[in-house]
């Protein structure tokens, strides 16, 4: 499941992987984009409370309206991303 451009979760018989998009740069080929995994977890639910959580330690906390942008912004990502899951299995 893909949540925006920079997030997905994946799966398997036992856990839930959350990945980051990242570009690799080695030194003698051409820059990749590759994922990282930032976490694994028991179910969506805490996969996605691990997203909001990184993603709002990432503003280092400058103010709440910068935070709560941030919380905005992925509230909207995870909502675009679960219709899109409904919509598929509609």
């Given amino acids: 499941m893909f949540i925006g451009k920079k997030w997905k979760i ?8 959350l990945l980051r998009k990242v570009i690799r740069k080695p030194k003698d080929k051409l820059p990749y984009e590759d994922w990282e ?3 694994y977890f028991s179910n969506v639910a805490n996969a996605l409370k691990g997203l909001v ?5 990432e ?9 709560a942008k941030k919380i905005d912004e992925l509230e909207k990502l995870i ?3 679960l219709k ?3 919509n598929a299995t509609a």
């Fill in 10 to 17: 994946e799966s398997d018989s036992l856990n839930i992987t």
């Fill in 37 to 39: 995994v930032e976490g």
């Fill in 53 to 57: 959580d990184l993603e709002v330690k």
């Fill in 59 to 67: 503003t280092e906390l400058k103010d709440l309206q910068t935070v």
């Fill in 79 to 81: 909502d675009k991303a």
């Fill in 84 to 86: 899109g899951i409904k």
